[in-house]
């Protein structure tokens, strides 16, 4: 039981230390992290259009328009080799 409570404890110093740290942050850092997240929603969203079985231009034009205002090129700041 001792070793739960120290686990429990260590969790909490954890979890406490991360939320301080991400109120440290500044505002220009959550915003790129924002951005970084939205990027990648895109893409799984692309990933996710092309496993459905819709062509490639289909879904990269998807993908452009939610990538729109969001990251530099047509490729949602993102390319590969095709």
Do not use: F, P
Request: proline share 0%.
């Amino acid at each position: 039981m001792k070793k739960c409570l120290n686990c429990l404890t260590a969790l909490a110093l954890m979890l406490a230390t991360s939320a301080v740290w991400a109120q440290q942050l500044d505002k220009e850092t959550r915003d790129d992290i924002a951005r970084h997240r939205a990027m990648a929603a895109a893409h799984e969203a692309a990933a996710k259009c092309l496993e459905s079985g819709k062509k490639d231009e289909v879904c990269e034009k998807e993908l452009q328009a939610a990538c729109k205002g969001l990251a530099i090129g047509k490729y949602c700041g993102m390319k590969h080799e095709h």
